[in-house]
Structure formats: C-alpha cells, structure tokens
C-alpha cells in the first residue's frame, strides 16, 4: 500500500519573503542582470521582477524578438524580422506588451535600443490576431528626438502605440535643431493624439519644440483633450491659436506658461490678465516665466505682481526670470496678503544673472513678512554679509527653505547660521542643491546647517 504525498506547509520566512511589499523593496533598485535572476525565484517574484524589466521600453524591438527571430541591418539601422511570423507565440508577445507602462524616445546609442524598421511594424499588425495589441503605455516621454536627426524612425515607430490609454506626454528638446530637420515623425505622432476616438491626456509637457511654433497640430491636440488635461508644462514661441486653445482648459489645475518670442511685454500682460479673471477656475499650481522687459520698470513690477495677486486659490506659484526678482522682495507684500492659501512659493532667478541685484538675506525677511503662510520656499540668496538686527515675527509655518544653487555664503557661517536661527522656525529644514563645478558651496551650506542644528 502506498503512502499518501505529504504536503509540506511552506515555513514562515518562506511566506514572509513572498509578500509582494517586501519583494517590491527588495528587487527596486537591481540592475537588469540580477531582476533577470530575481524572475527565476518563484512566482509572486518572478511577477514583480518582469514588471521591473518591461516597465518601460525605448525600443520595439526587445518586444518583437518575442515573435520570431530578428537581425540587425548595419546599413539601415533597425532591426528586421526574418521569418513571416506564421509560427508566433502572441500569447508570450501579449505578456510582455501588457507590462510597458511607460515610452521613453530618444537618440538611440545602443544597437538593442535601435528601432524596427517599417514592414517589422506592418507584418505585426497584419499577422496579429484579434484580441491582442500593442502595448498600451500610459505616459510617452521623448528627449531630444530631433536635435540630432537619427531618432525620427525611433519615434515613427511609436506611432503604433498611441491610444487612449496614455494619459502623460512629455516631450523635450535639449539641443538645438538644424534648419533642415525632418518634423514629419512629431508631427504625426501629435496629429495620431489629436485623432483619438476618446480624450485621455490629463498631463501634458513640451519644452522647446520649435516644430509647434505654426503647426496646428498642437491646437487641435488641446482642444481633442480638453476635458481630460489637468497639468500643462508649455516652454515655446508663442502662437494665438495655441492659447486660444488652452483658454478652453476648464479642469486645469497645474499650468506652468514660459512663452517665448512675445512681441511686447504688454502681451504677456495680456495673458495674466485673462489668467487672474478666472479662465482657469479650478487653477490650483501656477508657474510662470517673465521676461526682463516685464520686470524693469517698477510700474511694471506692480502691474505683474497686482494680476498674480488675483490668483487667490493658488497652492502652490512659480516665478522664474532672468531678472533679479528676490531683490524685489519687497514689493510683494499685497501678493502674499492675498494669496492666503498659499503653501508652496519658489522665486527662481536665473544663477547667470541679466542684472546684478540679487537676493539678499534682508529679501529672506521681506518674503517671510509678505507670505506668512507657506511651508516651503525655493530661492537664490547671497549672502555676502548679514542684515543689521531686526524685530521678525516668527514664522511659524515654513517646513523648508530650498536654497537650490545659491553660492556659498561669503559671511561667516555662523553668523548665518545665527541669522536663520533668528527668522526660521525652530524645525524648518534648509537644503541646498549642488552646483556641478562648484562642491564648495556644498560644503558650506552642510557647514551652515549644523550649526544652526548645534545652536
């Protein structure tokens, strides 16, 4: 008679280390070498580690070679099937597929990053059965596809994966783009966006995409989603067909505006005046960028400050020029009074300054005075010396003091540490951002803020 198979209970450690929160810390941060290994302990961490692995793609091709054998054309720079697909397994493609969640574009350097070519995305869609598709991702980011000419196929090939299932789309261009470049892939890919049967995109980026200052290509995107954008980063030429559309964004929540090529500062008036009426009724989080010519005259200063004052439910404001404006610190005091909801404020002069005024610690106080409320405060403040003794009253909110690239203090570190100790709440955190080439100023802030700890 034989003896019954005894199932033996896996041990409390085993079922500790099979808990998928205590998985997710462990594989986090493995290369892709050793979440390669971590797929091959056992289920729940084989599930998670290939989440890892296909989490984000910037090629098609990895995807591909799951179907059938490729190579890798020297000549044309993609990858290539080499059988008809007649023998695929679309249950293997589909299990990766649906693990993509996030498209980066870019320059490719590596040859596995290279794109497929155009019959490798055909002979997919032709050969694919029904019930399957191609990933649906849900945020779109591309770098610099342009700037150099070679990441055009890159992004043509993405094209196939636009669908309603994106809701960011990030794109950014770092370097500059020749005279002679070929817009036709973006152009497309923004056009692909704009003809969705449903509206899906809630956050939406463009940096420097020259491509867009006279296509109507993003326009008609805006209005498509209007219902949906909730975020909107734009840095480009200004066109009026641009913000005519974005006038209509009546969910939005975040807009971050740095328009470029803005004939006359009344222009830019123009805008913050529409903005301050209400155009954005659910606007939560501004950020805005000024030019010089916008900021050089005190009347000027006034008008600007007068129409972001109007800005009441803000949570959270940006102002970003290449003028000095923590100088003029002190002219902001209506602002901050009006802005009682307030918790976020970050003053971002550029650090290579159109004018020589820069904040000072005396532009610290005049800030703490205006805004009484926010809990964290970005900034560029020298300070050469220390203001003479002052009466401030407690500033009871501030969380953290975000000095970003500010150089080292040139006073002695502990008096500026005194001087923080004096017009900062006791638990207020000071950071400080390093500036690449510049490790001392590193230094002498972890120096500064010690002693304010030691105090």
């Given at each position: 008679?034989?003896?019954?198979t ?20 462990t ?39 799951t ?17 008809d ?44 059965p ?28 993405f094209?196939?994966?636009?669908s ?10 770092i ?13 497309d ?10 509206p ?8 420097n995409?020259l ?15 209007a219902l ?11 066109n ?14 975040d ?15 123009s ?6 009426s ?11 960028y ?13 008008e ?16 970003n020029?290449?003028a ?12 901050g ?13 550029s ?6 005024r ?31 003794p ?41 950071v ?5 080439g ?18």
């Amino acid at each position: 008679m034989s003896t019954p198979t005894r199932f033996k209970m896996p041990s409390a450690s085993q079922r500790v280390l099979c808990l998928p929160e205590l998985v997710l810390l462990t594989i986090n941060d493995l290369a892709p070498r050793d979440l390669h290994s971590a797929a091959l302990v056992c289920h729940t961490w084989s599930e998670i580690a290939l989440d890892y692995l296909w989490e984000t793609a910037v090629s098609l091709a990895p995807l591909f070679q799951t179907l059938g054998p490729m190579r890798f054309s020297e000549v044309e720079s993609n990858w290539m099937f080499v059988t008809d697909l007649s023998q695929a397994n679309w249950s293997r493609f589909h299990a990766y597929a649906r693990r993509i969640r996030t498209v980066k574009i870019y320059t490719p350097v590596k040859r596995w990053s290279q794109p497929v070519s155009t019959d490798s995305v055909e002979i997919v869609k032709v050969r694919m059965p029904p019930g399957f598709h191609f990933p649906q991702p849900v945020r779109l980011l591309s770098y610099d596809p342009l700037a150099r000419g070679s990441a055009g196929p890159s992004l043509h090939n993405f094209l196939c994966i636009v669908s309603s299932a994106i809701k960011e789309l990030y794109a950014f261009e770092i370097h500059h783009i020749s005279p002679d470049f070929d817009e036709a892939p973006v152009q497309d890919l923004y056009r692909r966006f704009g003809e969705l049967e449903t509206p899906s995109l809630e956050s939406i980026t463009l940096k420097n995409p020259l491509y867009f200052s006279n296509s109507p290509s993003l326009p008609d995107l805006i209005r498509h989603h209007a219902l949906t954008i909730h975020a909107l980063n734009l840095n480009l030429p200004y066109n009026e067909q641009l913000w005519i559309a974005i006038r209509e964004l009546r969910n939005l929540r975040d807009f971050s505006l740095a328009f470029e090529q803005l004939s006359r500062p009344q222009d830019m008036m123009s805008i913050l005046d529409e903005i301050a009426s209400g155009v954005f009724p659910r606007l939560e989080a501004f950020s805005v960028y000024l030019e010089p010519a916008n900021l050089n005259t005190g009347q000027r200063r006034a008008e600007v400050f007068e129409r972001i004052g109007r800005l009441t439910q803000l949570t959270s404001l940006k102002i970003n020029s290449e003028a000095s404006i923590m100088s003029y610190a002190d002219e902001m005091w209506h602002v901050g009074q009006s802005l009682s909801r307030l918790e976020t404020l970050c003053i971002a002069d550029s650090c290579f300054g159109y004018d020589e005024r820069r904040g000072t610690g005396s532009s610290l106080i005049s800030i703490l005075r205006s805004f009484p409320r926010i809990k964290r405060l970005d900034a560029y403040i020298i300070f050469d010396s220390i203001p003479d003794p002052v009466q401030i009253e407690a500033h009871s909110y501030l969380e953290v003091l975000d000095l970003g690239h500010s150089p080292a203090p040139k006073a002695k570190h502990e008096d500026v540490a005194g001087f923080l100790n004096s017009v900062l709440p006791r638990n207020t955190r000071v950071v400080h951002l390093e500036e690449e080439g510049s490790p001392e100023a590193k230094v002498a802030w972890d120096e500064v803020v010690r002693l304010m700890a030691e105090a």
